[in-house]
Each structure stands twice: as C-alpha cells, then as structure tokens.
C-alpha cells in the first residue's frame, strides 16, 4: 500500500516515480541545491509519461494554460509566464518553482479534507454553479476559512484550485476567487 495518496491515476512507473519526488516547497528545501538537482530527472520522466497518455486531468491542463485562469495584472497562462525564460518543457519542469505547481496536479488543492468535503457539500452538482451560485459560495467560503484560521491568501487561491478539480466552469470558479478575496 502506497503511504501517499495522489489525486490523478498513476500508473506502477509514474507512481514510483512520483514517490521519489520531494514535494515540499522550494523555501522548505532551504539551500540544498542537491533535491532540486535529485528532482529535475524525475519530475521530466514524470511529466513526460503523464503527457504521452493524457494522463493530465483538464482542471490542471486549464490551470496551467488559459490565461483566464491566472488573473491579475500579468495576462497571462502560468505555463507561458515559465515559457519566457525557458525555451523547453525539460527546462520548465525543473524549474524550482514548477513543484508547486506539480504539487497541485498530484495532490489537489491544499485544504484539511474536512474544509475541502464541506465546500463540495455546499457546492453541490458542479455542473449547475452558476456564477450567481460562486457569490454565495464565497460567502460561505470566507466564514469556512475564517472558522478553520486559513489565511485570506492561502483561502482565494486553494478555493479556486479546488473548484477547477470539481470541473465548476472558470468562470464561475473565478467569480468564487473574487469573492474570497473580499475576505478580512
């Protein structure tokens, strides 16, 4: 039995592959230049496999790469904000920063389950949120945050993460976002 539980279907290689990848966030490797260099090789054979079967879920795939889905200022996909310094996939996927993001495609979004299964409760069928419905979820979301002492910026954006995984449209995913932003 597997200790670790991701959120995609693995096969046996990706698996054992994925279980030799340090997850932890760049700031918790501190300097040691050695996991970043360990995970570079790994996370490309990952990616790759992942890639040649499809294997990439279209909540993550429209994470990564429409631009609706990273608002802000910069208007831009999150890929093609790693595509300006780096001309291939390989060097994308070993970027330091790319963890994260590989984080979210093999574990979800990072909220204590009970928080995670109280929103989908709330939310309901995800094919019939309309964006009206994310208002409302928002409302809720910010007083199920605040009740579990998540952090306004960590609550936007694991809240939209987790409606994408849900396949709630991106637009109503994103009317959600701006409605935790409204979080004090």
Known sequence: MHSIEYLIELT????????????????????????????GPLIISLMT??????????YWTSYWTDPSSNPGRVKA???ALFEKGNDTDEEIFTHPNFVKHLRYL????????HVAKAFMQKAGNPEWV??????DLGKFVRKLARENQIPAHQAVEEFFKLALQM???TAAAL?????VKQMR
């Open 175 to 179: 009317v959600l976002r701006d409605a």
């Open 106 to 113: 093999l574990l979800g979004c990072e909220l204590p389950g």
């Open 12 to 39: 046996d290689d990706e698996r054992s592959i994925a279980d030799q990848i340090d997850l932890r966030y760049l700031e918790t490797w501190g300097s040691d230049h050695e996991i970043y260099l360990n995970n």
């Open 77 to 79: 996909s999150r890929k």
């Open 49 to 58: 496999s992942l890639e040649a079967r499809d294997a990439i879920p279209a």
């Open 130 to 135: 309309s964006a009206r419905d994310a208002i």
């Open 167 to 169: 396949s709630i449209k």
